[in-house]
């Protein structure tokens, strides 16, 4: 049996209002070299009806019933029914545009080294109601290229779940979802760019990201905020054991929040020298026995290496040209967090 190009992975539970809207895209697609593998994951509504009548006249679609076993448990069951040499996911309540398959896997035909690639999103939601998710989409279509994507991977999530598409080997080589108290998707990008591997972006909108008031990342206790601070710090600490050579860790940020990110590194064993701020009440002080610091008098990026948590708008941004103009080099002197 000829194997398809790709394999196109969706999960779903309770589903039956958006799911035929996913499929119908993916059936629409320029490229139609490609399998999807649809999870149906104990859902009790009108879901495995959908389902049976659209895969009964596309041979392409291939379902597989499961009890409710949690997303992580769905996506790796699919994965085991895989048969593709990429692999791409998408969720039951997003839609692809036309020709993302098909770009995506040229895109991984043009760059050999990417072992992901993922895409900008167009927001399906109202910008005004949801001005915060908003916000993040404008953030994450501003994460185009793969020195941005492992630069700012410690921001936030800088890939879209159901944006992406990866080469078989990489899941093969260095596993799938794993299961615990954090956002999968995110321990998944973190996981994968500490073992080198290389993620890219197509520089234009091939997904709709919908966002639904039942979506995971809105209702389940793996994406709340602490959680997303809590592994990344876990990945953070091993970068700087790796790339610190030793250094000084400093961190941009004198404010209550900063001071809770930098208490995340220290359970991992990180010593935080110092703080930089440029509030004149704050340099000068010493917090928890660290002393505040302004920029001239921060010590120089052969003897420290920056972390800056600092995150009201626009100021992240003027902290890392700041850094810059110090010739300090960001992946490398110094790390954009949250």
Not at 49 to 60: F, H, Q, T
Not at 69 to 77: F, K, M, P, R
Not at 172 to 196: K, N, S, T, V
Request: proline content about 5%; charged content about 25%; aromatic content about 6%.
């Amino acid at each position: 049996m000829t194997l398809p190009a790709v394999s196109v992975l969706l999960p779903v539970h309770d589903g039956a209002a958006t799911v035929e809207r996913a499929i119908k895209s993916v059936q629409a697609q320029s490229l139609s070299d490609w399998e999807l593998v649809v999870v149906d994951n104990g859902s009790t509504d009108a879901t495995p009806a959908v389902l049976a009548d659209l895969a009964k006249g596309d041979e392409r679609i291939h379902i597989v019933n499961m009890t409710t076993s949690g997303l992580v448990g769905a996506l790796n069951e699919g994965l085991a029914r895989c048969r593709g040499e990429t692999m791409a996911r998408l969720d039951a309540d997003d839609e692809m545009r036309p020709q993302r398959l098909a770009a995506q896997v040229a895109a991984l035909r043009e760059n050999p080294d990417w072992g992901v690639v993922g895409c900008r999103v167009a927001f399906g939601g109202d910008a005004t109601a949801q001005a915060g998710y908003a916000e993040h989409v404008r953030w994450l279509n501003r994460q185009v290229r793969p020195e941005d994507l492992r630069h700012r991977r410690f921001v936030e999530s800088p890939l879209a779940h159901p944006s992406v598409m990866w080469r078989r080997s990489v899941s093969d080589q260095l596993g799938a979802y794993r299961d615990g108290d954090f956002p999968e998707d995110y321990e998944l990008w973190l996981r994968w760019f500490e073992a080198g591997v290389v993620m890219g972006k197509i520089d234009a909108e091939l997904l709709v990201w919908h966002d639904s008031p039942g979506r995971l990342s809105r209702v389940d206790r793996r994406y709340r905020v602490e959680a997303f601070y809590r592994i990344k710090a876990a990945y953070l600490a091993r970068e700087l054991g790796r790339s610190g050579n030793g250094r000084e860790v400093w961190v941009a940020g004198a404010g209550r929040p900063t001071r809770q990110r930098a208490a995340e590194l220290e359970k991992h064993g990180v010593s935080i020298a110092g703080y930089l701020d440029i509030d004149p009440r704050k340099i000068g002080q010493c917090i928890g026995g660290c002393p505040v610091v302004g920029p001239a008098d921060l010590p120089p990026s052969h003897v420290a290496v920056v972390l800056s948590y600092v995150a009201n708008r626009g100021a992240r941004e003027k902290v890392r040209a700041m850094l810059e103009a110090q010739d300090r080099r960001e992946g490398c002197d110094f790390w954009l967090c949250a």
